[in-house]
């Protein structure tokens, strides 16, 4: 049984940092790939940024680029998300999931994820 546990969340002003954790259990999971995905009130799910298992590539989205990073720790089966310079636009319920070995769009596409976390909430206020 896999689980994917999400922490982190919380509010914080515009220009603040937080950094989300997402533990892992029940498979392995060096060479999984991990994603994060948000989800804002009246929209739809969207991708946020991914990390490949063997090799640790990571991607993310156009809109955070330069401001979150995606990182893993396979000692402690955990991979972060650190989210500075956070913006209002980024409120939104931020999920963790769990994929196989994926490549290309397939990183990016919801339905390539295996597992998913309960979600933890995420609010910028201006």
């Known amino acids: 049984q896999v689980q994917l546990v999400e922490s982190g969340g919380g509010s914080v002003q515009a220009g603040g940092s937080l950094r989300l954790s997402c533990a892992a259990s029940?498979?392995?999971?060096?060479?999984?790939?991990m994603g994060w995905f948000r989800q804002a009130p009246g929209k739809d799910r969207e991708f946020v940024g991914a990390i490949r298992g063997r090799g640790g590539s990571t991607y993310h989205a156009d809109s955070v680029k330069g401001r979150f990073t995606i990182s893993r720790d396979y000692a402690k089966n955990t991979v972060y998300l650190q989210m500075n310079s956070l913006k209002p636009e980024d409120t939104a319920v931020y999920y963790c999931?769990?994929?196989?070995?994926?490549?290309?769009?397939?990183?990016?596409?919801?339905?390539?994820?295996?597992?998913w976390g309960q979600g933890t909430q995420v609010t910028v206020s201006s």
């Open positions: 999931a769990l994929g196989g070995i994926l490549y290309g769009d397939y990183l990016s596409t919801e339905g390539s994820y295996d597992y």
């Open positions: 029940g498979r392995t999971f060096s060479s999984s790939t």
